[in-house]
């Protein structure tokens, strides 16, 4: 099948060069690094209007199954150590039939899209914490200036519009991230500048800083004191169990009166285990079914000697932990290898797909479309690509836009 990719010619240098300059300095992107590689690509993807109209159907699709089976999953906690959940967020989530669901507002989902020689394939959910705003919004945007290209979409500008709507001028806004972070502070950062342009007033913190009051949220900081109107959580589900008890960070999971976005149920269908769970399930998943490779539990196939299966981290984001035998570091299969070995219930095999690259002045590279569904509508594409088939910390950054 011949691609629906295609390349825009590379930059040249002095473009490359403002193109950084600005990525930092005007969309507040702090990590154009990755030890000493630059992350950014110097040049975009384009896809036709047929192309982004079918990807985002398809992605609104998967995001209807993706809520619907989240929705029975919080009431089956018989399934939740199958999906690798920890046992204290388990009980958290057990408490929701005596606390009940914890308000939401702003739902966000990002499907990763990989073209193969089958179609088009996704590998996973992004349905915790997202990122890729900055990227998919400022980034595309400059590249767009440089290509003649157009934005797929600004899913930076419906995230704010969403918290807006939700919320009043005099009412203040949690940005709940891991402020040690300087990769996570900068999203918030960007998110904060797009409430403000919206007459909306932000309070970055952490979750230590949240102190729940009869199931509401309140800031504890310096620079605000008071209750919180909603929470944008990037700070994911899985570490909230590490913070202080005091901080009732089980309010994340059930009974908070306050909306978030997301709610740590998200989990659920984050975890790569989720497949495992579904002939369980009353909740029909006919697209993930036809999009996701076949999962299986590592005790159930032979993933060491087959090259046909890879294994991934339940919980694993970045493309952290994937393990790829050609495509990894030896001493890192190694790792992989004994980890999953040890601790199956807390990993999975996927049966690989065969991605196709595209090439760029002679380079294959290997390109995953990250689709936002922003409350069940298509949103935007953040874009990564990488010289081996495998997208991870290394791969760059790169715009996907709408050839016109």
């Not at 729940?212 to 909603?230: F, K, N, Q, Y």
């Not at 991605?355 to 936002?372: K, M, N, R, T, W």
Request: charged share 25%.
């Amino acid at each position: 099948m011949s691609s629906p990719l295609a390349t825009s010619q590379r930059f040249t240098r002095a473009e490359f060069v403002e193109f950084k300059r600005r990525t930092i300095f005007e969309c507040g992107k702090w990590d154009p690094q990755y030890e000493d590689g630059c992350v950014l690509a110097d040049f975009a993807l384009g896809i036709s209007r047929e192309t982004w109209s079918e990807l985002g159907e398809l992605a609104e699709r998967l995001a209807r199954e993706a809520l619907a089976a989240e929705e029975e999953l919080v009431g089956r906690p018989e399934l939740h150590a199958r999906l690798g959940l920890p046992r204290a967020i388990r009980r958290a989530l057990a408490d929701t039939r005596k606390l009940g669901r914890s308000a939401e507002v702003a739902r966000v989902l990002r499907f990763d899209f990989h073209w193969t020689s089958e179609g088009w394939r996704i590998s996973e959910v992004n349905n915790d914490v997202p990122g890729g705003y900055i990227e998919a919004t400022g980034l595309a945007r400059l590249a767009a200036e440089l290509t003649g290209f157009e934005l797929a979409g600004d899913p930076t500008a419906v995230l704010a519009d969403a918290l807006a709507r939700a919320t009043g001028p005099r009412d203040v806004l949690g940005l709940v991230h891991a402020s040690a972070y300087v990769d996570d502070r900068q999203v918030m950062l960007h998110l904060e500048r797009a409430l403000a342009a919206r007459d909306r007033r932000a309070c970055l913190c952490d979750p230590t800083q949240i102190e729940w009051l009869e199931g509401r949220a309140h800031a504890r900081t310096e620079w605000h004191s008071g209750p919180l109107a909603a929470l944008a959580r990037f700070y994911p589900a899985e570490w909230l169990e590490h913070t202080p008890g005091r901080t009732r960070w089980q309010h994340f999971f059930r009974g908070s009166l306050t909306p978030l976005s997301n709610p740590g149920s998200a989990l659920l269908v984050q975890s790569k285990r989720f497949p495992l769970a579904w002939d369980e399930l009353a909740t029909p998943v006919p697209t993930w079914r036809a999009l996701l490779p076949e999962t299986r539990s590592p005790r159930a196939v032979d993933w060491r000697r087959d090259e046909r299966w890879l294994v991934k981290p339940a919980l694993g984001r970045v493309g952290d932990g994937v393990g790829i035998r050609e495509a990894v570091a030896p001493r890192e299969w190694r790792s992989i290898e004994r980890s999953a070995r040890w601790f199956p219930g807390h990993w999975v095999a996927q049966r690989r797909f065969q991605a196709q690259p595209v090439d760029i002045a002679g380079e294959s590279y290997f390109p995953c479309l990250g689709v936002y569904v922003i409350d069940g509508r298509r949103a935007g594409i953040y874009g990564r690509i990488a010289r081996r088939p495998l997208i991870d910390a290394r791969a760059l950054d790169v715009a996907v836009l709408v050839q016109p």
